[in-house]
Nanobody, 119 residues
């Protein structure tokens, strides 16, 4: 039930910035946790950031800011100082439970968007 649609992916040079956005539809209410994950080919999925409560994973802490969007069940991820290692597919996820360090299961996932950072 429900959908999450990501936008804002693309290509950027190292050191650049990018804003990802996610909008949820068909959800029962405002999700307690809206989060961003990423996964690069051959690597495990990493939790990037989540809200509520605000959480930043180790992978991009200090270089990302997660914020609630103006539309219900929407969230933004502002990324800066991007490096080639940040190249991955980024996924928006939602659940009614709180973010709790992005541990546990998420009920709803977006299709993912590609972020490519060139050196």
């Amino acid at each position: 039930q429900g959908q999450l649609v990501e936008s804002g992916g693309g290509s950027v040079q190292a050191g650049g910035s990018l804003r990802l956005s996610c909008v949820g539809t068909g959800l029962p209410d405002r999700a307690a946790c809206l989060a961003w994950f990423r996964q690069a080919p051959g690597k495990e999925r990493q939790g990037v950031a989540g809200i509520y409560p605000t959480y930043y994973g180790d992978s991009m802490r200090g270089r990302v800011l997660i914020s609630e969007g103006t539309v219900k069940n929407s969230v933004h991820l502002d990324m800066e100082k991007l490096e080639p290692e940040d190249t991955a597919t980024y996924y928006c996820a939602a659940r009614l439970d709180d973010c709790d360090g992005l541990r546990g299961q998420f009920e709803c996932w977006g299709q993912g968007i590609q972020v490519t950072v060139s050196s």
